[in-house]
């Protein structure tokens, strides 16, 4: 006796946390204008308290257009974090791509003190990248960042990355993703990141990279 299965997948719900990429110049500009109304209503009221109808009012952007790219708040956050991702990467173009270092370790000073500097300047960004602002689906996109930012060390500093050829973009993502934790923990702790952590984060950031670079010689030694 035969029986038929019935289909049991789970279906695939739809992602209400990704907002949607404006192609039109109307478009773009209605969206920077509710990121803009977003991050005015989060300084003045903080991220819990800000909704959807707050940003359309505050944007002067109709709810249904608001929705149109952000279909929830979440999605307003992630597009914000995005935002910020982008400015900090612009704030290293500017005040570290042009710097000649002598070694590996005067750059990763370099980069975490322009790091710092960014973040102390612009305290939302610090709040929803590495503190109590920040949600689960910002700190999943945090790690695509980190890739991309490991692979923009690698292409920029190619001649330091070379004087230890085992530091692969793999291990400058970890690098990267260790600094951030250190961040995000002095944030949640002091709401801003302390000298203390900024001098940690400069430590374990050479130790481990000493560390990989110690074990990659030993295991040429013994091949």
């Keep these: 006796m035969s029986t038929e299965r019935k289909n049991t997948r789970i279906p695939k719900l739809r992602n209400n946390s990704t907002p949607k990429l404006p192609v039109q110049d109307r478009s773009r500009d209605r969206v920077e204008r509710v990121l803009d109304a977003a991050e005015d209503l989060v300084n003045v009221y903080g991220a819990g308290h800000v909704t959807m109808q707050m940003i359309s009012r505050g944007s002067g952007v109709g709810r249904a257009s608001v929705y149109q790219f952000f279909p929830s708040i979440l999605a307003v956050w992630k597009a914000l974090a995005l935002r910020y991702l982008a400015a900090l990467q612009a704030h290293f173009e500017r005040n570290v791509s042009s710097t000649e270092f002598a070694h590996w370790t005067d750059l990763w000073d370099a980069l975490i003190d322009a790091a710092i500097e960014f973040y102390d300047a612009n305290p939302l960004a610090r709040s929803i990248l590495l503190g109590s602002d920040g949600t689960q689906e910002i700190r999943i996109a945090d790690p695509e960042y980190d890739r ?39 944030v949640w702790e ?23 670079v110690a074990d990659s010689q030993v295991a040429t030694a013994e091949a």
Aim: hydrophobic residues 40%; aromatic residues 12%.
């Design 148 to 186: 991309r930012y490991a692979e923009w060390i690698a292409e920029h500093f190619a001649n330091l990355v070379e004087q230890d050829r085992v530091l692969s973009v793999e291990h400058l993502r970890v690098n990267v993703t260790c600094t951030t934790a250190l961040f995000s923990l002095s």
């Design 190 to 212: 002091h709401g801003r990141i302390t000298p203390f952590y900024a001098a940690e984060a400069k430590r374990v950031s050479k130790m481990y990279t000493r560390g990989v």
